[in-house]
């Protein structure tokens, strides 16, 4: 028997008792399920920032979309004006419908949710004749408002109930902008007149803490954080219950970035959350997804939510060439909605998502 | 909803069978389901449009093989024009002839440069070389510091004489890293740049003057596996900006497609030279084309079902292990191993994640998907309420043990009940699968209790066929010359770990074996 085979009849085993018992558990009604979480000891004191004198004032995050429209636009123009271009041919044959979908799909709005808005566009345009060019860019604007559904509810939150501090928690792969996204919405959140503390529960990558710890000291805010290695979710645990104590509005945790296929990674991320909880409600769970990301963001988001119950999505890095339309199908299959979107380099090129001026931006270049 | 190419083909070509040549409608229906499975893999869309022509092009051509149906003719001429794209030449750094060479990292921002240049110099330290590494990301917050504890992990010395923040000229450092080696005897130098967009035209003059600077002699485009549709892009802007010799491919540990390695070598012709798999320091090689071009068709990864198998089994204890369950009829085959076993195979992932990773197991997805996780963790809980005593030999559990049992697990008495006779048959069915040499693939029963005795009879007839091999003589033939071909199992993600490219050749191409069942 070679391990391989081992390997085989392992699972085998484990899924026909695994089986039995869940026949045997659908059998009656099964309670929901209660794991109680360890009880968590924070190993470490939390070290404390030293705030520095010269703290900057952030902006505002009212009306930055619109400041940021046009870094926007100069990503997203070849997709809003290439389907213009496109649609009002003259005559809207095979030819173009299938040059719409792999615009589409260049956007990386996946092949299943670009077919179904090709076939709404081709069922609309069909009827109407005569169509002029405004029609058809009212037409267009309306489907891609529908593609990005105006109707969910993307206002963050942030507040906790009762004098509990709201909790956010930043969740997602390696690399997608977690560390900074929390430094954005820091300065948000301090802009609007609130209090917050930072908590560095990414004791893996290298130096996670200190970039934190930078972002949090340009604005003022203190950042609890354990030491490299230390167990994540008593960091969250700690930065909570500091929080609570001070009575500050809202603690951000950010974690260390992790691959949804890693198993043992993210039940360490379930624990965080698990843990965190028993200091105060977690009231948002954001999942960062780079816009450059493929159809692997729809598997990310997919296990994250199943983990952590993942309840809005932070757009980073719309403003290269990439558009991020990996978001559609998120929000289409997850309910997820995008409720944030990072759209350069700058400390406050962090705006609230909007689906009627994100569309206009697009179409508008 | 089709998770793989072969799902794809097997669905297309499910009336086919018997046929021996596709017909020109037959290519059409094939070619879309195949640029759908590519786009799903992200791989970019001209890319994929360009494969698709050639693929067209060869499968309406004379190639009509004796020893393969038409489905298998396809996949065979997609895997080859994959690999072709891939790893047209694989080749290795080169080294520059005066000391120190100089290899420059280029990307997008999280595309993991930093971490890939401790990996590199973890690399290359224990290919006998003298890194340094260069710390000329001086935007991100804290980048410096990131870098100078890669490297202190990587054992590796850090040149940064910038706190970075913001603070000082990457240019500069990265010209004065040059003589500091020189000074300090380092004979490689890896110069960390930041992150950056391909569209900033202020930042890329930044990096073609570090670029200018230093004159490297390799410069490595590192590109996240996870990217979209705008690989193509960004590859080409960084050509356009910077240049680049070679693309690293990081995160590849995901479970990404990762059509971007195609796209980006197919648009730029730059091979990709290294992939990163880990987060540890020594999770990064030569990259290999072959695997590659398997996990963007969504072809069942055996090898890294393999790899992760060995990774997380104990080899020993899974020898010893598995020899109980042939020997004397499986008796001494103990719930102790079992729960062995099943941690382990735990540790390697989810269930349905390394169903994912078998090919073939389209059909059962559903069942799969079925499966409560946290059953396993009560299964795990009931054999933990055990005695050493009891798991050792499960029939002395009687009506008060399995009360105790009950109560220490948290479960009803029938669900102690249930696992004790479950594990008697499941025992008894590997055991006969077992003894008749070898797994017969999976048997169809998981998930299905209650169906014990008939999964038994059927998984023999399905034994008997396998064993019989092919009824075609001609792919019987070629199903034993591909059993004595094959090899044994690799062990790196990418191939050869001295990373000698093994392009597949023509001939003794080989399609899984559970493929050629389906078809």
Same mark, same amino acid.
């Given at each position: 028997?070679?391990?391989?085979?081992?390997?085989?009849?392992?699972?085998?085993?484990?899924?026909?008792?695994?089986?039995?018992?869940?026949?045997?558990?659908?059998?009656?009604?099964?309670?929901?399920?209660?794991?109680?979480?360890?009880?968590?000891?924070?190993?470490?004191?939390?070290?404390?920032?030293?705030?520095?004198?010269?703290?900057?004032?952030?902006?505002?995050?009212?009306?930055?979309?619109?400041?940021?429209?046009?870094r926007?636009?100069?990503s997203?123009?070849?997709?809003?004006?290439?389907?213009?271009?496109?649609?009002?041919?003259?005559?809207?044959?095979?030819?173009?419908?299938?040059?719409?979908?792999?615009?589409?799909?260049?956007?990386d709005?996946?092949?299943?949710?670009?077919?179904?808005?090709?076939?709404?566009?081709?069922?609309?345009?069909?009827?109407?004749?005569?169509?002029?060019?405004?029609?058809?860019?009212?037409?267009?604007?309306?489907?891609?408002?529908?593609?990005?559904?105006?109707?969910?509810?993307?206002?963050?939150?942030?507040?906790?109930?009762?004098?509990?501090?709201?909790?956010?928690?930043v969740v997602g792969v390696n690399g997608t902008g977690k560390t900074t996204t929390v430094g954005r919405v820091?300065?948000?959140?301090?802009?609007?007149?609130?209090?917050?503390?930072?908590?560095a529960?990414d004791?893996f990558r290298a130096a996670a803490a200190d970039q934190l710890?930078t972002w949090?000291?340009?604005?003022?805010?203190?950042?609890?954080?354990?030491?490299?290695?230390?167990?994540?979710?008593?960091?969250?645990?700690?930065?909570?219950?500091?929080?609570?104590?001070?009575?500050?509005?809202?603690?951000?945790?950010d974690t260390a970035g992790r691959l949804q296929?890693k198993?043992?990674l993210?039940?360490?991320?379930?624990?965080?959350?698990?843990?965190?909880?028993?200091?105060?409600?977690?009231?948002?769970?954001l999942l960062v997804i780079d816009a450059t990301t493929g159809q692997n963001g729809?598997i990310q988001a997919?296990?994250f939510?199943?983990?952590?119950?993942?309840?809005?999505i932070v757009l980073t890095k719309l403003d290269g060439t990439a558009k991020g339309?990996i978001v559609?199908?998120?929000?289409?299959?997850?309910?997820?909605?995008?409720?944030l979107v990072g759209l350069g380099e700058g400390a406050?090129d962090l705006?609230?998502?909007?689906?009627?001026?994100?569309?206009?931006?697009?179409?508008?270049? | 909803?089709?998770?793989?190419?072969?799902?794809?083909?097997?669905?297309?070509?499910?009336?086919?069978?018997?046929?021996?040549?596709?017909?020109?409608?037959?290519?059409?229906?094939?070619?879309?389901?195949?640029?759908?499975?590519?786009?799903?893999?992200d791989?970019?869309?001209?890319?994929?449009?360009?494969?698709?022509?050639?693929?067209?092009?060869?499968?309406?051509?004379?190639?009509?093989?004796?020893?393969?149906?038409?489905?298998?003719?396809?996949?065979?001429?997609?895997?080859?024009?994959?690999?072709?794209?891939?790893?047209?030449?694989?080749?290795?750094?080169?080294?520059?002839?005066?000391?120190?060479?100089?290899?420059?990292l280029a990307g997008l921002q999280g595309s993991g440069k930093t971490t890939l240049a401790g990996k590199l110099?973890?690399?290359?330290?224990?290919?006998?070389?003298?890194?340094?590494?260069?710390a000329a990301d001086l935007q991100r917050p804290n980048a410096v510091t990131q870098l100078?504890v890669v490297?202190?992990?990587?054992?590796?010395?850090?040149?940064?004489?910038?706190?970075g923040n913001g603070?000082?000229?990457p240019?500069?450092?990265?010209?004065?890293?040059?003589?500091?080696?020189?000074?300090?005897?380092?004979?490689?130098?890896?110069?960390d740049t930041a992150g950056r967009l391909g569209i900033d035209?202020?930042l890329m003059?930044?990096a073609?003057?570090?670029?200018?600077?230093?004159?490297?002699?390799?410069?490595l485009f590192v590109v996240d596996a996870m990217i979209g549709q705008d690989a193509?892009i960004t590859a080409?802007s960084f050509?356009?900006?910077v240049?680049f010799?070679?693309v690293v491919l990081s995160k590849l540990d995901g479970d990404a497609?990762g059509?971007a390695a195609?796209?980006v070598?197919?648009?730029?012709?730059?091979?990709?030279?290294f992939a990163s798999n880990g987060e540890?320091?020594?999770d990064f090689?030569?990259?290999?084309?072959?695997?590659?071009?398997?996990?963007?068709?969504?072809?069942?990864?055996?090898?890294?079902?393999?790899?992760?198998?060995?990774?997380?089994?104990?080899?020993?204890?899974?020898?010893?292990?598995?020899?109980?369950?042939?020997?004397?009829?499986?008796?001494?085959?103990?719930?102790?191993?079992?729960?062995?076993?099943?941690?382990?195979?735990?540790?390697?992932?989810?269930?349905?994640?390394?169903?994912?990773?078998?090919?073939?197991?389209?059909?059962?997805?559903?069942?799969?998907?079925?499966?409560?996780?946290?059953?396993?963790?009560?299964?795990?809980?009931?054999?933990?309420?055990?005695?050493?005593?009891?798991?050792?030999?499960?029939?002395?559990?009687?009506?008060?043990?399995?009360?105790?049992?009950?109560?220490?697990?948290?479960?009803?008495?029938?669900?102690?009940?249930?696992?004790?006779?479950?594990?008697?048959? &499941?025992?008894?069915?590997?055991? +006969?699968? $077992? !003894?008749?040499?070898?797994? @017969?693939?999976?048997?169809?029963?998981? *998930?299905? =209790?209650?169906?014990?005795?008939?999964?038994?009879?059927?998984?023999?007839?399905?034994?008997?066929?396998?064993?019989?091999?092919?009824?075609?003589? &001609?792919?019987?033939?070629?199903? +034993?010359? $591909? !059993?004595?071909?094959?090899? @044994?199992?690799?062990?790196?993600?990418? *191939?050869? =770990?001295?990373?000698?490219?093994?392009?597949?050749?023509?001939?003794?191409?080989?399609?899984?074996?559970?493929?050629?069942?389906?078809?």
């Open positions: 028997m070679t391990l391989l085979e081992y390997v085989l009849a392992g699972l085998v085993l484990v899924l026909v008792v695994a089986g039995a018992a869940a026949a045997l558990v659908r059998g009656r009604t099964l309670p929901p399920p209660t794991r109680p979480a360890p009880p968590e000891v924070p190993t470490r004191a939390p070290t404390e920032a030293p705030v520095e004198p010269s703290v900057e004032a952030p902006e505002s995050a009212r009306g930055r979309l619109l400041r940021l429209r046009s926007l636009a100069r997203q123009s070849s997709l809003g004006r290439g389907l213009l271009a496109l649609l009002s041919r003259d005559t809207l044959d095979e030819d173009v419908w299938e040059s719409v979908e792999d615009t589409l799909i260049g956007a709005v996946g092949v299943g949710p670009a077919q179904d808005v090709v076939a709404r566009l081709r069922t609309r345009l069909r009827g109407e004749a005569g169509l002029t060019a405004a029609d058809v860019h009212r037409v267009l604007r309306e489907e891609l408002v529908t593609m990005v559904d105006p109707t969910m509810d993307r206002t963050l939150r942030v507040d906790g109930a009762g004098d509990l501090p709201g909790v956010v928690l820091a300065r948000v959140l301090v802009a609007e007149g609130r209090s917050v503390l930072l908590g529960a004791t710890q949090g000291e340009r604005v003022g805010v203190e950042t609890v954080r354990g030491g490299e290695g230390s167990d994540p979710a008593s960091v969250g645990f700690q930065a909570v219950r500091t929080g609570a104590e001070r009575g500050v509005d809202t603690v951000l945790v296929n198993a043992g993210m039940d360490e991320l379930g624990k965080v959350k698990r843990v965190v909880e028993k200091q105060a409600p977690v009231t948002e769970v729809l997919r296990v939510a199943e983990v952590v119950d993942v309840t809005g339309g559609v199908a998120v929000q289409r299959e997850l309910g997820v909605p995008v409720k406050d705006a609230p998502f909007d689906a009627e001026d994100f569309v206009a931006a697009l179409l508008d270049a | 909803m089709f998770d793989t190419l072969q799902d794809r083909l097997a669905a297309t070509f499910k009336n086919l069978r018997g046929k021996g040549r596709l017909s020109e409608a037959d290519i059409d229906a094939t070619a879309r389901e195949i640029r759908i499975a590519l786009l799903e893999a791989v970019a869309l001209p890319v994929v449009r360009e494969f698709i022509a050639s693929v067209k092009e060869r499968a309406r051509g004379a190639e009509v093989s004796a020893a393969l149906n038409p489905a298998q003719q396809v996949v065979k001429i997609v895997n080859e024009e994959l690999v072709a794209i891939l790893g047209g030449e694989t080749r290795r750094l080169r080294f520059a002839k005066k000391p120190p060479t100089v290899i420059l110099g973890h690399w290359l330290k224990a290919q006998g070389r003298a890194p340094l590494l260069v100078q490297g202190d992990r990587a054992g590796v010395d850090v040149f940064a004489p910038e706190p603070v000082g000229d240019v500069e450092v990265a010209r004065s890293s040059i003589t500091h080696a020189n000074r300090t005897l380092h004979d490689v130098v890896v110069v035209a202020e003059q930044q073609s003057d570090i670029r200018d600077a230093v004159s490297p002699d390799e410069i193509v080409q050509l356009d900006g240049g010799d070679g497609r059509g195609l796209s070598a197919k648009v730029t012709g730059r091979p990709v030279m540890q320091m020594g090689d030569v990259f290999h084309p072959d695997r590659m071009a398997s996990r963007i068709l969504g072809m069942g990864d055996m090898l890294t079902l393999i790899e992760q198998a060995e990774k997380s089994f104990d080899a020993d204890q899974a020898a010893r292990a598995a020899a109980k369950l042939t020997e004397g009829k499986g008796a001494s085959f103990t719930l102790d191993d079992f729960l062995q076993q099943m941690q382990s195979v735990r540790k390697m992932g989810s269930l349905s994640k390394i169903f994912g990773m078998l090919p073939g197991m389209g059909e059962m997805k559903e069942q799969i998907a079925g499966i409560d996780e946290r059953e396993i963790d009560r299964i795990e809980a009931i054999i933990h309420s055990m005695t050493p005593a009891e798991r050792a030999d499960p029939k002395i559990i009687d009506g008060s043990r399995r009360q105790r049992i009950a109560r220490g697990s948290g479960v009803t008495v029938s669900q102690v009940n249930g696992l004790v006779d479950r594990f008697f048959q &499941a025992r008894t069915m590997m055991n +006969q699968m $077992a !003894a008749g040499g070898g797994m @017969p693939g999976l048997p169809g029963m998981p *998930g299905m =209790p209650g169906a014990g005795k008939r999964a038994k009879a059927r998984q023999q007839a399905k034994k008997g066929r396998a064993k019989r091999g092919s009824g075609n003589p &001609a792919k019987r033939a070629e199903e +034993q010359q $591909a !059993a004595r071909q094959r090899p @044994p199992a690799a062990v790196s993600p990418f *191939g050869n =770990p001295d990373g000698a490219p093994t392009p597949p050749a023509p001939d003794d191409f080989e399609l899984p074996k559970e493929l050629r069942d389906l078809l």
